[in-house]
C-alpha cells in the first residue's frame, strides 16, 4: 500500500469498532406490540382458568344499550372494587334460557327476572340459595321480598310504577278525559317476542285493582279468586271497551302487530295517531314521550268505575341466587347495596326501592322521575306487584295469550276464563302469599 504524500510512511491503526447500527422498522414494532396485546390478553385468560381472578355468571335481560349502561354505571365499578370478573349475559328471553340452562344443569350464578311467581317455582325445586343474610337492614318492602317458607330467596335490584297513563305536554283535563272515550286515542302495541300480551296484562291488573282494591286484586293474584268472578270478568270487559277489542279492524290489527316499545310512535305525528299510553314509568325514555315531554296521570283517573284510593301496581327486576359460591355472594351484597342501586337509577332508567338508595334532596334529575321515585316509597300508598308475574308460569303465559285472544274475538271471554280457571286449579302449582305490602 503506498503512503500518503507530504510524509514519511507510518503503520496504519487499527480499525475502530464501531456499534451495530440497528434499524427498527414501523412494521416490525406493530407486530411486536400484536404479540404483547396476544400475550397480555392470553395471561388474562390463563390466570381466570386458573381462578385466580374468580368469576360469576350472570344472566339478565338488559340488552343493547340497557345492558352498556348497565356494564358502565354497576359492574365496571363491582370488578374493579373486588377484582372478580363478571360473565354477564343479556336475553329478551330470559326465562326459555334460563330454562334450558337449569334442565342441562349449567344454570348461571345469579340471575335477574321479572317474575317472582317464576322465582318461587324455581326455588321450590331447590334451585335458588336463600339471601337472607345477604341483604342490608333495613332491606326492602313485603311485596318486593315476599318470603317462601320463611325465607327470602330474591330481592329488587330495580323498580317500576304501573298504574300510569301517559300523554303529551299541554294537554288539557277535559281533553285527557275526552280521549280517554275513544279507543283509537290510546297508543296500544301487544308485541313483545316470546313474551307478547304482557301490556294487556298489565291492563286488566291495574283495571281490577283499581275498580276492586287491593284486597280482591291479592286474592285473585295468589289464585284464590276465580277468574270468572264477577270481579275479574268485569276489569276484562272494561279493557275491551276502552280500547276497542273486536271494533275497527285497523285498530285492532295495529294493536296487534305493533311492538309495544313502538306503540307510542304516533303520538309524535301531525295530526296525533294517537293520545295516551297505559305502561309503566320505563317508557317515560322512549324518544317519543321525550319529544312530546310526556307527562303523566295516575290511571284511577282516566278508568271508568276507579276508587278513590291510592293503590299502585308495581313491577321490578327480581335478582336471584343460584350457585352459593363467594364470588356469587359478594356479586349478591353488592347489587343489593345503597351504592350500586344508586349508580343504575341514577341515570333515570329505573327506581330503586330501597331507603338508603335514594337520591340526596336537592340532587339533580327531572320533577316526573323524583315525582315517581316517591310514589314508590310512600308509605301511605298501597303497592301490588305485577299480577301476571307474580302467578305460576303456567297461568302467567295463559293469561298474557288470551289478551290477544280476547282483543281480536272478545266473544270468546267466557271460553277464555273458564280455561284460565282450570289451569289456577293444577295440582302442585306455586302461588305467592302476598303481592301487596299491605291493603286497605
Keep these: 500500500m503506498s503512503a500518503p504524500t507530504g510524509g514519511p510512511a507510518q503503520a496504519a491503526p487499527a480499525p475502530r469498532r ?12 406493530a407486530v411486536l406490540a400484536g404479540c404483547l396485546i ?16 374468580p368469576t360469576v355468571t350472570l344472566l339478565a335481560n338488559w340488552t343493547g344499550t340497557d345492558e352498556q349502561d348497565f356494564r358502565d354505571a354497576v359492574l365496571k365499578p363491582f370488578e374493579r372494587r373486588h377484582h372478580i370478573h363478571v360473565d354477564y349475559q343479556g336475553s329478551s328471553a330470559e326465562s326459555e334460557v334460563l330454562g334450558a340452562d337449569v334442565e342441562a344443569g349449567t344454570p348461571p350464578d345469579v340471575v335477574v327476572l321479572t317474575g317472582p311467581g317464576e322465582l318461587a317455582a324455581y326455588a321450590r325445586q331447590g334451585q335458588l340459595k336463600q339471601v337472607d343474610d345477604l341483604l342490608p337492614r333495613p332491606g326492602f318492602g313485603a311485596s318486593w321480598t315476599t318470603p317462601l317458607d320463611r325465607h327470602v330467596y330474591w330481592f329488587p335490584f330495580k323498580a317500576d310504577l304501573k298504574s300510569l ?16 272515550t275513544r279507543p283509537g286515542q290510546w297508543c296500544l302495541g301487544m308485541g313483545s317476542g316470546a313474551t307478547s300480551g304482557w301490556p294487556g296484562t ?6 281490577l285493582l283499581q275498580r276492586s282494591g287491593p284486597d280482591v286484586y291479592q286474592r285473585w293474584a295468589r289464585g284464590g279468586l276465580p ?6 270478568k268485569e276489569a276484562w270487559t272494561t279493557w275491551g271497551r276502552m280500547v276497542g277489542a273486536g271494533g275497527d279492524p285497523a285498530l285492532v290489527r295495529r294493536a296487534l302487530k305493533t311492538p309495544y316499545q313502538d306503540a307510542s310512535e304516533p303520538v309524535t305525528r301531525t295530526p296525533r295517531g294517537c293520545t295516551l299510553e297505559h305502561q309503566a314509568s320505563f317508557i317515560r325514555n322512549q324518544d317519543a314521550w321525550k319529544r312530546v315531554d310526556g307527562r303523566y296521570v295516575p290511571s284511577a283517573r282516566l278508568i271508568p268505575g276507579a276508587r278513590a284510593h291510592d293503590a299502585w301496581l308495581v ?30 337509577s341514577a341515570r333515570e332508567f329505573s327506581f330503586s326501592v330501597s331507603p338508603e338508595a335514594q337520591p340526596a334532596p336537592g340532587a339533580g334529575g327531572t320533577a316526573w322521575h323524583h315525582a315517581l ?28 295469550e288470551a289478551t290477544i285472544e280476547y282483543l281480536a274475538h272478545p266473544d270468546h271471554l267466557d271460553a277464555l276464563l273458564k280455561n284460565l280457571d282450570s289451569l289456577r286449579q293444577t295440582h302442585g302449582l306455586t302461588w305467592l302469599q302476598s303481592v301487596c305490602d299491605r291493603t286497605s
Excluded: K, N
Design 38 to 53: 396476544l400475550l397480555a390478553a392470553a395471561l388474562v385468560a390463563g390466570v381466570r382458568t386458573l381462578r385466580q381472578e
Design 373 to 400: 321515585a316517591t310514589t314508590l316509597l310512600d308509605d301511605r300508598a298501597v303497592h301490588c306487584f305485577d299480577g301476571s308475574d307474580a302467578m305460576p308460569p303456567s297461568v302467567r303465559d295463559a293469561f298474557a
Design 18 to 29: 464501531s456499534r451495530p447500527r440497528i434499524r427498527v422498522r414501523t412494521r416490525t414494532v
Design 315 to 344: 313491577s321490578g327486576d327480581l335478582v336471584a341466587l343460584l350457585h352459593d359460591t363467594s364470588p356469587a355472594r359478594t356479586l349478591i351484597r353488592y347489587l343489593a347495596s345503597a351504592d350500586a342501586q344508586r349508580a343504575w
Design 227 to 232: 277468574w270468572q268472578s264477577t270481579e275479574v
Design 165 to 180: 297513563v301517559w300523554y303529551p305536554a299541554g294537554t288539557s283535563a277535559q281533553q285527557l278525559a275526552v280521549a280517554a
Design 202 to 207: 298489565d291492563w286488566i291488573e291495574d283495571i
